[in-house]
């Protein structure tokens, strides 16, 4: 996955024009001043271990027969894709922030306090957007009946 994660960062820092981006295997390397530097998607870093929450909670909500295989399928497929885009965003900042204030400054600010925030803002959308996506229509309408 994290590789997958650095192919895709890599990809997208060079078609917006920020940096020569490249990966080689869970790395994303790119040129800063006269030499070559970069970072790892380790597993802390990659959406992976984002991506079991609403898996869990959609298997359960399915089981205990909450919402249909369907809604629970379009939900889960529409928070892992939000989560991924998340992800590279926060990928992205890092890159940038690099690029702002060199190597070590960028990345402790972007990785430490920016990535974080991104982070959370997004997982707060998402998890918001995911609540409604399977709570949207759960519930049958009362008083339809005339009396």
Do not use: K
């Amino acid at each position: 996955m994290a590789s997958a994660e650095a192919w895709t960062n890599a990809r997208l820092v060079r078609a917006t024009g920020m940096a020569d981006a490249t990966s080689i295997g869970a790395a994303v390397t790119f040129p800063l001043g006269h030499r070559w530097v970069g970072f790892t998607v380790t597993t802390g870093c990659s959406v992976a271990l984002l991506l079991i929450p609403p898996f869990a909670v959609a298997g359960f909500l399915v089981a205990f027969r909450r919402v249909g295989l369907g809604r629970a399928v379009l939900s889960v497929a529409t928070a892992v894709g939000l989560l991924a885009a998340v992800n590279q965003v926060r990928f992205g900042a890092v890159v940038a922030a690099m690029q702002a204030w060199g190597f070590e400054a960028g990345y402790q600010r972007s990785h430490v306090l920016i990535g974080s925030a991104i982070t959370m803002l997004g997982l707060i959308a998402v998890a918001i957007l995911f609540a409604v996506l399977v709570g949207r229509g759960g519930r049958t309408r009362r008083g339809s009946h005339a009396a």
